[in-house]
C-alpha cells in the first residue's frame, strides 16, 4: 500500500473567535490613537495618595509628558497642578477623560465628557460600564475600559517628552 501524505488539519474559526478578534484589534487600535494623539488629560477621582493608582496613575503619565488635570472636589491642588470640582469647572480643551470612580458613577461622567467636548473617555483598570460606552460611542468619542493607561502607554512606548 502506498504511503499517503498527510494532511494538515483544517483550522476553522467560528465566527465568534473572528468576532472577538476583530473587537480585541479594535481596541488595541483605538488604545494607541487615543494614547498617540492626547495630550491633556482630565483626572476624574484623582488622588493625593500615590501608593493608590489614582495617584499613581495621573503621576506616572505626568512624568512622560501629559498634562494632567485632576478632578477631584476634595481637592485644591494635585501632582502640581489646579485640582477641579467637576469637569465642567476646568474651561479649557480636554483629550481624554480619565475615570477612577465606581463603575455606577461612569455614565454621568460620560455625559460630562460629551458636554465639555472631549475627545475620548477611558475607565480604568477594573471598570466597566455599558451605559457609558453607549453615551460616548453614540456622541462619537473613543472609549477604552478596563485598561490602565499608564500600563498601556507603557506596553506601547508611548512618551510626549523627548526620551533621554
Do not use: H
Not at 130 to 147: M, Q
Amino acid at each position: 500500500m502506498a504511503d499517503v501524505p498527510a494532511r494538515a488539519p483544517e483550522i476553522r474559526a467560528s465566527s465568534f473567535l473572528l468576532s472577538l478578534l476583530k473587537v480585541i484589534t479594535k481596541e488595541k487600535l483605538v488604545t494607541r490613537e487615543i494614547l498617540e494623539s492626547a495630550t491633556t488629560i482630565a483626572t476624574v477621582g484623582a488622588s493625593k495618595d500615590g501608593s493608590r493608582p489614582a495617584g499613581e496613575v495621573p503621576r506616572y503619565l505626568k512624568q512622560i509628558g501629559f498634562r494632567v488635570i485632576p478632578v477631584n472636589p476634595n481637592a485644591i491642588e494635585l501632582f502640581g497642578e489646579k485640582a477641579y470640582p467637576s469637569m465642567l469647572d476646568i474651561g479649557e480643551p480636554i483629550d481624554v477623560v480619565q475615570v477612577f470612580r465606581p463603575a455606577g458613577e461612569a455614565p454621568e461622567i460620560a455625559r460630562q465628557a460629551v458636554q465639555i467636548g472631549a475627545k475620548a473617555l477611558w475607565l480604568q483598570l477594573g471598570i466597566r460600564s455599558d451605559e457609558a460606552r453607549r453615551i460616548a460611542e453614540e456622541a462619537g468619542l473613543a472609549y477604552v475600559e478596563d485598561r490602565c493607561m499608564a500600563v498601556e502607554s507603557r506596553r506601547l512606548g508611548i512618551t510626549k517628552t523627548p526620551a533621554a
